[in-house]
């Protein structure tokens, strides 16, 4: 078999594995530091006006409340992908199911609680839906 060396000092250790060590800790903290300067250039970048909608971004569909094809089809391309990391933490078991939750559902368990708190989340939004004029 083929198995990979986990080595720490890196963000897949801190990500993936969930390691706090120093030098896990060290890594994570660079790779952000990076992520959050890469992010305020970009935001830097594009002129903007107060409350102007950025279309195709889950920014401008969650934030922004911007509801175009564009900005619908990022927002769900965005849970598609936060459900499936999820799933698949779920299935490492570095993080456990909440049964009885509506997120515990989305894991992906079937347990009759689960489904239970889904059916009742439907139902709520079905009803909010309609009561809304």
């Known amino acids: 078999m083929n198995y990979r060396v986990l080595e720490h000092g890196t963000l897949t250790m801190y990500g993936c594995w969930g390691c706090r060590c120093e030098e896990c800790r060290a890594a994570s903290a660079t790779y952000q530091r990076g992520r959050r300067q890469r992010l305020r250039d970009d935001v830097a970048a ?29 927002s769900a391309a965005y849970k598609r992908a936060y459900r499936k990391a999820r799933r698949q933490r779920v299935a490492w078991g570095l993080i456990e199911i909440a049964h009885g939750t509506r997120l515990g559902y989305d894991d992906g368990c079937r347990c009759e609680e689960c489904g239970r708190a889904q059916r009742e989340r439907t139902a709520r939004r079905k009803a909010a839906k309609t009561a809304a004029p």
């Open 46 to 74: 594009v002129p903007r006006e107060p409350g102007e909608v950025v279309h195709g971004t889950t920014g401008g569909y969650g934030f922004r409340g911007c509801r175009c094809q564009e900005c619908r089809a990022a």
